[in-house]
């Protein structure tokens, strides 16, 4: 007898349900960690607490349960245990005094799966460790920090304010024109050169990264990494894998392209500089420099490269349309430190109210607000609780960003945040939008430069306006992977 796919599925699918089903009961019952574990709603079979959770905004769910349960609680997704930190104090007392014990990632499934476990942010043990000190070694090697890459996105900032021109300070949405020109960084530290902003690989790749990180937030995502038969069920985390296939298939052809061309004496981008290491390292079986880790790294800074610094571009700007007066007080700001020369990072210690802006727009966008999610790497007794090796932590950061004990006005825009009473630039030790300890984003020097540069050359050539349709503008976001702007139209008017 000939089966069909779908009349199999659903002959399938009850069973595996079944045995899922008996399968969580037990865990249910019978799983419950020793010794004193944070506390927390009680769960129920095969779903956990997911009945309880927003998926649409989990965060939302989470900083609730914290007022109920305290800075260190637990709940469960699915079949998936966790330990929620909340709150300034707590999350910072794991991430950097207990920086080792959680340093780890937890494997979630679809992560594992579209790189096959390999790249920075989401792999583990020695081969993180490797990536990640290869990576930043070599991006310092291209410039991350110095005068060269700044050179880069200076001629990049050109290219941006160029296109914005050509709208003649009619409505226009922002969210690919910063794609292009942020993703353009990236591509020219990979490959060696930037691409035109007509360039049908550059609008392909950079629709990818943003439908891909509006869909790793999604519900079905988030039911697919915590139910594990999701993975038998239609859903966006097929897309997804579709996406990453494509963007492989990018860059398998480049590695040829560059392979057939390697001249170890003049690396062009990161991909010569990872080719020469492999072949450095042929010999070894047991080797980092394959093309798996080659494709995982690449991913990881097209997709987190891109996406939440072209995401705090589109904030800011946003900020300044909703803000007349604090876009007022940065052109003055500007023309009175810059005037007409061409903004650089040596600017920016002579511009006390800019920074503050910057900042408290990363603050205030709350771009990453669940954190990336650690796992223990050994049993700890933390702040009184015991937490077994392996336990998945969550940090949660919109609670340090939005603590109230930290910040006077967790909920508004307020770049007095980050001002003393004479006006100067003071940091915060709650400002951690790129987390902190062992798994801090790699790539935070190259984004606080890209952030400065492309604000401060889009503000000292444009005055932003909402459009005319628009009688309230409002800045709301858009939940997936990240939080980013929901697209709004407006007037990028040229100053006089």
């Known amino acids: 007898m000939d089966w069909s796919w779908s009349a199999l599925m659903l002959y399938l ?8 089903i008996l399968k969580s009961l037990k865990l249910w019952t019978s799983d419950t960690p020793v010794g004193n574990f944070p506390p927390g709603p009680w ?14 905004r989990p965060t939302e769910t989470l900083m609730k349960l914290s007022k109920k349960y305290g800075p260190i609680y637990s709940i469960q997704m699915g079949s998936v245990k966790m330990v929620v930190l909340s709150g300034y104090e707590t999350v910072k007392s794991a991430l950097v005094d207990y920086a080792d014990e959680f340093s780890e990632r937890p494997h979630i499934p679809i992560f594992e799966e579209i790189n096959d476990g390999y790249g920075i942010p989401f792999t583990h043990g020695e081969n993180w ?27 990049e900032c050109g290219f941006l304010v160029k296109l914005l021109e050509s709208h003649e300070g009619k409505p226009t949405d922002l969210t690919l024109k910063t794609n292009f020109a942020v993703g353009n960084i990236i591509i020219s530290i990979i490959l060696g050169h930037r691409l035109d902003y007509e360039d049908p690989i550059l609008l392909k790749i950079m629709n990818i990264v943003d439908e891909n990180m509006r869909l790793l937030g999604s519900p079905s995502v988030v039911m697919y990494n915590v139910l594990p038969f999701f ?14 296939a ?24 990161y991909i010569d500089a990872f080719l020469t290491k492999q072949e450095e390292e042929k010999s070894d079986p047991n080797s980092y420099f394959h093309e798996g880790n080659l494709r995982g790294v690449l991913v990881t800074l097209f997709m987190a490269g891109t996406d939440t610094t072209s995401s705090t571009i589109r904030w800011a700007l946003s ?38 802006v910057i900042h408290e727009t990363q603050r205030a966008a709350n771009i990453i607000p669940m954190n990336l999610p650690r796992e223990t790497t050994r049993d700890v007794v933390f702040q009184g609780y015991y937490l077994p090796k392996g336990t998945y932590i969550i940090p949660l950061l919109e609670s340090v960003l939005y603590d109230r004990t930290q910040f006077e006005k967790p909920q508004s825009f307020f770049p007095e945040h980050f001002l003393d009473s004479e006006g100067q630039f003071v940091k915060k030790p709650a400002f951690m939008p790129f987390s902190a300890g062992r798994r801090a984003c790699a790539g935070e020097t190259l984004a606080k430069m890209e952030l400065f540069l492309f604000f401060t ?15 309230d503008f409002h800045v709301k976001p858009l939940v997936g992977f990240t939080i980013s702007p929901v697209a709004q139209k407006i007037c990028c008017v040229p100053r006089i």
């Open 231 to 244: 993975q038998y069920l239609p859903g966006a985390h097929l897309k997804v894998k579709q996406n990453i």
């Open 319 to 356: 900020f300044m349309v909703q803000n007349p007066e604090v876009q007022k007080r940065v052109h003055d700001e500007i023309d009175t430190v810059i005037g007409t020369a061409v903004p650089r990072i040596d600017h920016r210690k002579d511009m006390p109210y800019t920074n503050a």
């Open 457 to 471: 050359s889009l503000m000292q050539k444009f005055t932003f306006h909402p459009s005319s349709e628009m009688a």
């Open 246 to 269: 494509e963007l492989h298939a990018f860059f398998n052809e480049k590695f040829a392209e560059h392979q057939k061309t390697l001249d170890k004496d003049d690396l062009r981008g």
């Open 129 to 155: 460790k490797a990536m990640r000190r290869f990576t930043l070694s070599t991006l310092r090697d291209f410039g991350m920090g110095k005068r060269t890459i700044e050179d880069r996105i200076i001629e």
């Open 13 to 20: 699918l009850p069973l595996l349900l079944v045995v899922y």
């Open 43 to 56: 769960p129920l079979p095969v779903i956990g607490n997911l009945h309880m959770i927003n998926l649409k």
